[in-house]
């Protein structure tokens, strides 16, 4: 079974643009998370969301949103960009809204210029 | 405020020296607590889930155990292919990370 899947891998941008992250989760879950990793720290929420509602929503500006659709994926959107947006973006997927285990994709490599 | 420490941030060893893993915590209404494993540009690789104090969980040469304010990742006889960084993470209302522990096994 594949896993959770991101795209793009990498994505370079300037100062001021928007970026559309997206996302597929393990097939039969139900639930996609979003988190910031910035180098030498732990993964911090941004989102998560189940049967296409937004059920948690960390410490992030405005500027920071998603949505989920019918088949389950999901797109994470940044406007504005600015230099500390550019981190690991990772998405993670469960089975149900409860976060049980949740299983992360291989990240997406955002780079603000 | 809900907050997980790990400890020590960097961890060095022989292969076959063992070794503990530290995860503290304060959080109210915890839900369970997660180890995850994550190489260099990966994402985090789940490894176990305890949900109450006093479990223990073992997979290949790692033991996770579980108190009422801690965890300790048990690393037995470690090999190098065991050197990544491992993330410790508590459910409460969210899902809150720990900043991990790098550890690097050397042969």
């Known amino acids: 079974d594949a896993g959770v899947t991101q795209s793009p891998t990498h994505l370079i941008k300037t100062r001021g643009q928007h970026v559309t992250l997206r996302c597929s989760p393990i097939?039969?879950?139900?639930?996609v998370s979003w988190y910031q990793q910035v180098l030498g720290q732990g993964p911090q929420f941004i989102f998560q969301?189940?049967?296409?509602?937004?059920?948690g929503r960390g410490n992030f500006p405005d500027r920071f949103s998603a949505r989920q659709f019918p088949n389950y994926s999901s797109e994470l959107n940044v406007n504005a960009l600015l230099l500390g947006d550019s981190a690991l973006y990772l998405c993670?997927?469960?089975?149900?809204?409860?976060?049980?285990?949740?299983?992360f994709g291989p990240g997406t490599r955002l780079t603000v210029t | 405020e809900d907050q997980v420490t790990q400890s020590p941030e960097a961890l060095r060893l022989q292969e076959g020296e063992s070794s503990s893993l530290n995860c503290s915590y304060t959080?109210?209404?915890?839900?369970?607590l997660f180890w995850y494993r994550q190489d260099p540009g990966k994402g985090p690789e789940f490894l176990f889930t305890?949900?109450?104090a006093g479990e223990e969980k073992e997979k290949e040469r790692l033991k996770a155990t579980l108190t009422k304010k801690e965890s300790f990742l048990h690393i037995t006889a470690p090999k190098p292919e065991d050197s990544a960084t491992y993330l410790c993470?508590?459910?409460?209302?969210?899902?809150?990370f720990g900043t991990g522990t790098r550890l690097q096994v050397f042969p």
């Open positions: 993670a997927s469960s089975l149900a809204s409860v976060t049980y285990e949740q299983y």
């Open positions: 097939s039969g879950h139900k639930s």
């Open positions: 969301y189940y049967e296409k509602e937004e059920r």
């Open positions: 959080v109210s209404g915890l839900r369970g």
């Open positions: 305890l949900y109450s």
């Open positions: 993470a508590v459910l409460a209302d969210k899902l809150i």
